[in-house]
């Protein structure tokens, strides 16, 4: 109950200003909550904090955050997954069959990519060089379309293989969470090395 109360000033303290600066608070805030624990005859281990504990707490907190990551990515990838895969490729196997039906899904999902590659160059530091010419950005449109073309071969051979909707959108998913991971690790890799 006291730890409530703890709770409470604090948030009070805080709304009103009384704490100085957020580490100042967050200071305040920690050695209360330690007080209480010790006076509480709290132990580590009450306290989730044992060193028998740990790897559990890293496996499931892992397996939690990957589960997280996961179902955004895959929510961020099932719009364009059902419009190339689901839709265009189902209707284009009934009209033309599985090789033209995923030349065709493949190049308007290339051509989809246009839009995001020219809003990204503006705000890639890596591409900006390329991006100032003409030139440079109708290069960088055209290997956009080439990638996300052949991105669109291998989920069109993952749908038509698996005969399920699951597989392309998955390997769509990590496609874009692992895209988006090298990308975050090369930038700030960049940094820490031009900081040497």
Known sequence: MLAVGVLVLFTVARQFGLLGPLPVAVGLLTAALILVAWTGGLTLADLGLGWRDVPAGLAYGA???????????????????????????????????????????????????????????????????????????????????????????????????SGSLIAPVMAHAATDGLALTVAWFTVHHAHLLSGW
């Open 63 to 161: 397996g939690a955050a990957g589960f997280v990551l996961l179902v955004l990515l895959v929510a961020a990838a099932i719009p364009a997954t059902f419009a190339f895969r689901g839709v265009l490729l189902g209707s284009g196997l009934k009209l033309w069959g599985p090789w033209r039906a995923s030349l065709v899904t493949s190049v308007l999902f290339g051509l989809w990519h246009i839009a995001p590659t020219l809003g990204t160059m503006s705000d890639n530091h890596e591409f900006k060089g390329a991006a100032a010419s003409v030139a440079g950005q109708v290069l960088l449109v055209l290997g956009a379309i080439a990638v996300t073309f052949a991105a669109g071969l291998i989920f069109c051979w993952l749908r038509l293989k």
